[in-house]
């Protein structure tokens, strides 16, 4: 490289710089997760109630693993003390959050979900649903949420990795954690390595009451 070269690299490099600081980054449409470890939590006998289950494949095909039978599991007598605090935290996600008006919300439906090792979970959504979430019960791959928003028609090499260039966000499954999140969000499973069971508990939340507005009017009562 000659005196000229490396002068005029340099003063691009200047110039960038100073640009960078000149400009503003605006975050468009940020999607929230709500993640937080439920204060009372029982591991032991959360895991032996989920080896109790009967399990069967996934009817969509969106798990190498399996699924449970019941798709009530929070209406279990087993999870009364969980569902009270899933939905304690599933009201402020909402409503603080997301900034939503509703009476209430109710879980629909939930199930337990099972990878041995080699399983994953391939991407996928919730549907018939205003939010979801999943607790794990206990240690295991991550999940994934995907972000398929990203320019792919032209895909330069990444120089370093930024928050506007990553398209996975893994969240390591650690027993207690809850993450809930809107229902619209892609999400999988990592391949599982461990010899262990990984056991999480999915569910989906519906609001309850009267939503909307005079063209787009919804009531949706209570189950309960």
Same mark, same amino acid.
């Given at each position: 490289?000659?005196?000229?070269?490396?002068?005029?690299?340099?003063?691009?490099?200047?110039?960038?710089?100073?640009?960078?600081?000149?400009?503003? #980054?605006?975050?468009?449409?940020?999607?929230?997760?709500? #993640?937080?470890?439920?204060?009372?939590?029982?591991?032991?006998?959360?895991?032996?109630?989920?080896?109790?289950?009967?399990?069967?494949?996934?009817?969509?095909?969106?798990?190498?693993?399996?699924?449970?039978?019941?798709?009530?599991?929070?209406?279990?007598?087993?999870?009364?003390?969980?569902?009270?605090? #899933?939905?304690?935290?599933?009201?402020?996600?909402?409503?603080?959050?997301?900034?939503?008006?509703?009476?209430?919300?109710?879980?629909?439906?939930?199930?337990?979900?099972?990878?041995?090792?080699?399983?994953?979970?391939?991407?996928?959504?919730?549907?018939?649903?205003?939010?979801?979430?999943?607790?794990?019960?206990?240690?295991?791959?991550?999940?994934?949420?995907?972000?398929?928003?990203?320019?792919?028609? !032209?895909?330069?090499? !990444?120089?370093?990795?930024?928050?506007?260039?990553?398209?996975?966000?893994?969240?390591?499954?650690?027993?207690?954690?809850? !993450?809930?999140?809107?229902?619209?969000?892609?999400?999988?499973?990592?391949?599982?390595?461990?010899?262990?069971?990984?056991?999480?508990?999915?569910?989906?939340?519906?609001?309850?009451?009267?939503?909307?507005?005079?063209?787009?009017?919804?009531?949706?009562?209570?189950?309960?």
């Amino acid at each position: 490289m000659d005196v000229h070269t490396g002068h005029h690299q340099s003063t691009w490099i200047y110039l960038i710089k100073m640009k960078m600081n000149e400009l503003g #980054i605006m975050d468009l449409h940020p999607r929230p997760l709500g #993640i937080t470890k439920l204060p009372s939590f029982d591991k032991e006998s959360l895991v032996a109630f989920a080896d109790t289950l009967e399990y069967r494949d996934s009817m969509r095909g969106e798990y190498d693993g399996w699924i449970s039978v019941d798709y009530q599991i929070l209406n279990g007598s087993d999870f009364v003390n969980v569902k009270k605090q #899933i939905l304690a935290y599933a009201l402020a996600f909402g409503r603080d959050v997301l900034g939503h008006l509703f009476d209430d919300l109710h879980i629909s439906c939930s199930w337990m979900t099972k990878l041995d090792k080699g399983q994953s979970a391939q991407s996928h959504s919730h549907t018939n649903c205003y939010m979801a979430g999943v607790l794990y019960l206990t240690e295991g791959s991550p999940i994934i949420f995907s972000d398929f928003n990203l320019p792919s028609y !032209i895909e330069p090499e !990444i120089a370093k990795k930024t928050e506007y260039n990553r398209n996975g966000y893994p969240i390591k499954a650690t027993p207690g954690k809850l !993450i809930l999140f809107p229902s619209s969000l892609v999400h999988g499973v990592e391949t599982s390595s461990d010899s262990h069971s990984r056991y999480s508990l999915a569910f989906n939340i519906v609001p309850v009451g009267e939503m909307g507005y005079p063209t787009s009017f919804l009531r949706l009562p209570s189950p309960e």
